[in-house]
């Protein structure tokens, strides 16, 4: 491989569990309201993770047959739209951020030095919006020079994760054609992405998904910390051309 995507939020920081339980003290309350089935913590594996905020809001609202208008982005916290709950749910994830800040695992940063040592090209592609807050908290910002989060992808247009779109536009940035790119994700939504492109390989890592799930959507490898690749990292040729190697 020429170049590593990875997935921000589970796959380089445990902000995935923020993420949850950021979902779960807005659902928790939200569905016993409406006389719905309970928030449990599958949910967020089937209809949320790794997806765009106000997808995630349709997908589970939509899982218990409830409808509430889609409203605007500028929607306050406390407004019953797909908006307003969506924002209601960054309110709580970023009070947590604040509160506990964010140290990214440890043998994620081991797999990135490796990669970076070997020569090649490395992207962030996480449907978050918070994702430059998150990689600055956890002293990663300077460490990837082309991010496409969910910012990025409402801008310009790009479908979110389960599309492939968001990593096949990393690719692009980085120079790179998607066949010489690895993917690197923890989510069902991002694994599926990964297997819907051209991608070299789709490496999934497990983070409570499970490994026979993450294979079924199309994973080649899984693990459970990624340094566990790092012997079978080679190193990669120099295609810059030589007149502009510095
Ligand atoms: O609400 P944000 O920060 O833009 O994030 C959207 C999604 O981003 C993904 O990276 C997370 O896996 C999801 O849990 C989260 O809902």
Known sequence: MRGYLFDLDGVLTPTATVHMHAWARLFTPYLAQHGAAPYEEGDYFSYID????????????ESRGIHVPEGEVTDPPTADTVHGLGNR?????????????????????????????????????????NAPSVLAAAGLADRFGVVVDGAV????GIPGKPAPDTFE???ELLGLPTTACAVVEDA?????????????VVIGVDRGV???????????????????????????????PREERA
């Not at 997806?51 to 609202?61: F, M, Q, T």
């Not at 992808?153 to 310009?156: L, V």
């Not at 069902?188 to 070299?200: L, T």
């Open 50 to 61: 790794g997806k765009p905020r106000y997808d995630g809001v349709r997908s589970l609202l």
């Open 169 to 171: 536009r990393a690719a």
């Open 210 to 240: 499970g490994r026979e799930v993450l294979e079924a959507l199309g994973a080649d490898i899984v693990v459970d910390e990624l340094d566990e690749l790092i012997p079978l990292l080679r190193p990669t040729p120099d295609d810059t």
């Open 89 to 129: 749910k960054n309110e709580a994830f970023n009070e947590t951020l604040a509160d506990e800040g964010v140290a990214a695992y440890p043998a994620s940063v081991a797999f990135l030095d490796a990669v970076q040592a070997s020569g090649c090209r490395v992207a962030v592609v996480s449907s978050s919006k």
């Open 153 to 156: 992808a409402a801008r310009d």
């Open 188 to 200: 069902e939504s991002g694994v599926k992405a990964g297997a819907a492109g051209e991608f070299g």
